[in-house]
């Protein structure tokens, strides 16, 4: 089964979340949650909605990002105790004679 050019070994594999999509997520949370809270709440006429939204949007979406993170963390902790250790196959593969050559330039 094992060819000259081969060589295995063990590796952990787990599916682990991408922590940019929690943190933009978190983001957008944050900002639907200023929405709402200006939307439910009083809004001065001097201010207006949109500058009491975005003042809202300045601490609700920093604690969304805070959340977000704190969730990706928690499913990478949980995704490392649900690691399997597997073996895996290194192959080195020589191209054929009619096969060109994957690190000459084609011009």
Known sequence: MSEPGSDTTQAHIRRAP???VFLVL????????AFVLTAVGHVSPRVGF??????LCLLCVPAGLVVG?????????VSRRRARLVTVEHATVEPGPDQPD????VE
């Not at 978190?26 to 949650?33: R, S």
């Not at 994957?102 to 330039?105: L, Q």
């Open 69 to 77: 993170a704190v969730v990706a963390l928690v499913l990478d902790r």
């Open 50 to 55: 949109g500058a009491t939204w975005g003042y």
């Open 18 to 20: 991408r922590v940019a």
């Open 26 to 33: 978190g983001a957008v949370l944050g900002a639907v949650v």
């Open 102 to 105: 994957p690190d000459e330039r």
